[in-house]
């Protein structure tokens, strides 16, 4: 079992849909919970930074984390063409930084 | 403010040979982490540097060294390249280390070993 689990998609929406991106992970020890987005022959972004258990909003993208279910989640509400993208999960404990392998988002006109 | 920064952009080098990699980090980020990121894959930690002092390796062979300078830029160096070694390199800095301090990528060079 891979320490941070992501579904690679693809994923395909129309614009204006919401989006659901999900990760699950199995150590318990995370303390820092994070979303990169990834375009294509660019280095991943820092989108949304939390930690603890809780939800943290940023304009359009709302990051929930649960640690009793060791469960990740980034929405994306109104999505557009331009967030189509890769979207990584990342976790961390101390310098123990550990990426999901990214879920590739389409949203389509 | 400028990035991260990396380069070369790109490269493409043959099994055996060695290559370098070079970072400059966002203006007052004293922290370089280097990334390997595969195809289809999420970044593979490969090393932490902070004031000069690696903090932190991944499971990698020691074919790959870095250095990290006093102006805090940073270098990537791998050894009797593999094919395997064909990926993006990714540079990350932060203002310190620990998981409270995020990481901040530059574009990456994409190394090519034929």
């Known amino acids: 079992q891979k320490e941070v689990e992501q579904d690679p998609g693809p994923l395909s929406v129309p614009e204006g849909a919401i989006v659901s991106l999900n990760c699950t992970y199995s150590n318990s020890a995370f303390q820092y919970f994070m979303w990169y987005r990834q375009y294509s022959r660019k280095g991943p972004e820092l989108l949304m930074y939390?930690?603890?258990?809780g939800n943290k909003e940023d304009g359009r993208f709302t990051a929930q984390v649960d640690k009793s279910s060791k469960y990740i989640s980034l929405f994306i509400r109104d999505s557009q063409p331009s967030d189509s993208a890769t979207y990584l999960c990342?976790?961390?404990?101390?310098?123990?930084?550990?990426f999901g392998a990214g879920t590739r988002l389409t949203v389509k006109p | 403010d400028a990035g991260v920064t990396q380069s070369p952009t790109h490269l493409i080098k043959t099994r055996g040979q060695q290559v370098t990699l070079r970072c400059s980090p966002i203006s007052g980020h004293k922290s370089v982490s280097w990334y390997q990121q595969v195809l289809g894959q999420g970044p593979q930690f490969i090393f932490q540097y902070y004031e000069k002092e690696e903090r932190g390796r991944g499971n990698f062979p020691d074919r790959f060294s870095a250095r990290q300078f006093p102006n805090y830029s940073s270098e990537l160096n791998v050894n009797a390249l593999l094919l395997g070694d064909s990926a993006l390199y990714l540079c990350?800095?932060?203002?310190?280390?620990?998981?409270?301090?995020?990481?901040?990528f530059g574009n990456g060079t994409r190394l090519t070993v034929t």
């Open positions: 990342a976790m961390s404990v101390n310098n123990d930084m550990r």
């Open positions: 990350a800095s932060s203002l310190a280390t620990g998981g409270y301090s995020p990481l901040h």
């Open positions: 939390t930690y603890s258990s």
